[in-house]
């Protein structure tokens, strides 16, 4: 299978998928929802996004390719660094059409540009739910429709048969008479004017949802950062060993690493809202090299170094 593939199958159980050194797809529920312009009624769904800083390998890709090839876990990282290479090259030059997922492209800043494939829904609980129509219901067109037709050619009683006319015969005529309305008046007025609001509203919505993909991913004025005068111990090194969108995942992963014996805490979420832990805190370069180096060789090619200036 291709690696659009795979990330496609991960992205039905889980609510991040990221591709290390390329981005991360990102999946957020949202309920049901109806167009009050065309009438359409769309299914509860996965809102699909791209963020280009997830670049950090989290191990499920590539343990999910390796479990599917039957392969190792270093095969399945030089696969899907071949693939994403491929993509990189194809995104340099043209559109990256990404099969099941949507399309990739750059803008002159150099920024990621993403829209979704909507016809995949990655909601498993709406599976077999699809988009339908529901044309309006007009009851004053009706109602206007019958005065005309009284007023063309009223039913003048007579005598005889204001005595023998049932009074549920009336209701049975103006029953009638609405029926034949609903077959030939309404379809006369879809085709005269419902068809030119629908392909109107169709475009409107079309522009607005780009403009939201456009303004989700290309952020040119982050706000300002707050500084808080807090006196705690602060340091400026920090060796990672994972970030997590699930903080019970960190909070394993420091139970695990405590149990090792290092000196491992949770540093917050970062901006990106992941839990971050690592295996050691340190003002110390040397010591957090040192350290780094250490558990590259023996424990996790993983890890990295976070240096923070305060």
């Not at 939201?212 to 400026?236: D, R, S």
């Not at 139970?255 to 110390?284: D, F, H, M, P, R």
Request: net charge positive; with cysteine.
């Amino acid at each position: 299978m291709t690696l659009a593939k795979y990330i496609s199958d991960l992205l039905y159980r889980y609510e991040c998928v990221m591709i290390p050194n390329f981005g991360g797809f990102v999946t957020n529920e949202i309920s049901a929802k109806v167009n009050h312009y065309t009438h359409t009624f769309y299914a509860p769904s996965k809102q699909l996004t791209f963020n280009s800083h997830l670049q950090n390998n989290d191990g499920l890709l590539a343990n999910y390719i390796a479990a599917s090839q039957n392969i190792s876990y270093s095969k399945a990282l030089e696969f899907i660094s071949k693939e994403t290479e491929h993509w990189k090259f194809l995104l340099k030059n043209n559109e990256l059409d990404i099969e099941y997922i949507g399309s990739l492209r750059l803008n002159k800043e150099g920024n990621y540009i993403f829209e979704p494939n909507t016809s995949v829904n990655y909601l498993t609980s709406s599976f077999g739910f699809s988009t339908f129509n529901s044309p309006a219901i007009k009851r004053m067109e009706y109602q206007q429709k019958v005065k005309q037709l009284e007023t063309i050619a009223p039913v003048l009683p007579t005598n005889e048969n204001k005595r023998k006319t049932p009074a549920f015969i009336k209701y049975a005529a103006s029953a009638a008479i609405i029926f034949a309305l609903g077959t030939l008046g309404w379809n006369e007025y879809q085709k005269i004017t419902y068809n030119n609001l629908v392909a109107e509203a169709e475009q409107q919505q079309q522009q607005v949802e780009k403009t939201i993909q456009e303004a989700t991913f290309v952020i040119n004025n982050p706000l300002p950062a707050i500084t808080l005068n807090v006196t705690k111990q602060t340091y400026n090194y920090h060796v990672i060993a994972g970030a997590f969108r699930e903080s019970i995942n960190a909070e394993k992963k420091l139970k695990e690493l405590l149990e090792k014996g290092y000196n491992a805490k949770i540093l917050g979420v970062n901006k990106w809202n992941l839990t971050q832990v690592c295996y050691l805190s340190t003002n110390s370069k040397n010591e957090a090299i040192n350290t780094l180096n250490s558990i590259k060789k023996s424990v996790s090619k993983d890890a990295w170094l976070l240096v923070k200036e305060y």
